[in-house]
């Protein structure tokens, strides 16, 4: 069956950095889009970035471009996301969602990570 | 990217039927067939409950069904059961090449 097992979550100090990783397994890795999306402790859903099945297509919330960047190393069935000067306001948990469809992406998360909590405090 | 507007809360008692509005503008909700539906109990994961407007994957009651008209989509539970108790978010693709979910509404069953 499908699993998505999210880490890499913690406390970390406004400006400094932190990577997330989601491992895949259950589904071939390599024929789908991934997603990051967000939910800040008692608010709602927010999306983060996506990345294509072969890496080449990657998009961003405006709220994170230029300070996140989504990865994904096909060979380890794993999606990262590094995060850069981080903002109070980046402290959410974070899912990682597999998309739909094949080879392409249609923003629809048939399958979600546990999350990982990220804190950002001084 | 504004949020998608939704009701905070939407309750109903058992058997009962309720309708969650989801408002956008033409550059998602109206201009795309691409609005979904998320349910999440509190603590858990979110779980798709329609995509495609009114499509339900495998495993979804029927008792759930999506629509739409104009920039406003809406999500229809029928039978109303005390684990459909949950948050409820609408998602939309947009212009930007982007995702906007709504704030999310509260169901409640009375």
């Known amino acids: 069956q499908v699993q998505l097992v999210d880490s890499g979550g913690g406390v970390v100090q406004p400006g400094r950095s932190l990577r997330l990783s989601c491992v895949a397994s259950g589904f071939t890795f390599t024929s789908y889009g991934m997603h990051w999306v967000r939910q800040a402790p008692g608010k709602g859903l927010e999306w983060v970035a996506v990345?294509?099945?072969?890496?080449?297509?990657?998009y961003y919330a405006d709220s994170v471009k230029g300070r996140f960047t989504i990865s994904r190393d096909n060979s380890k069935n794993t999606l990262y996301l590094q995060m850069n000067s981080l903002r109070a306001e980046d402290t959410a948990v974070y899912y990682c969602?597999?998309?739909?469809?094949?080879?392409?992406?249609?923003?629809?998360?048939?399958?979600w990570g546990q999350g990982t909590l990220v804190t950002v405090s001084s | 990217q504004s949020a998608l507007t939704q009701p905070a809360s939407v309750s109903g008692s058992p058997g009962q039927s309720i309708t969650i509005s989801c408002t956008g503008t033409r550059s998602d909700v109206g201009g795309y067939n691409f609005v979904s539906w998320y349910q999440q109990h509190p603590g858990e994961a979110p779980k798709l409950m329609v995509y495609d407007v009114s499509a339900r994957p495998s495993g979804v009651s029927n008792r759930f069904s999506g629509s739409k008209s104009g920039n406003t989509a809406s999500l229809t539970i029928s039978g109303l059961q005390a684990e459909d108790e949950a948050a409820y978010y609408c998602?939309?693709?947009?212009?930007?090449?982007?995702?906007?979910f709504g704030g999310g509404t509260l169901v409640t069953v009375l």
């Open positions: 969602a597999k998309d739909r469809i094949s080879q392409f992406f249609d923003y629809v998360f048939d399958y």
């Open positions: 990345i294509s099945d072969n890496a080449n297509k990657k």
């Open positions: 998602s939309s693709y947009t212009s930007s090449t982007t995702l906007v």
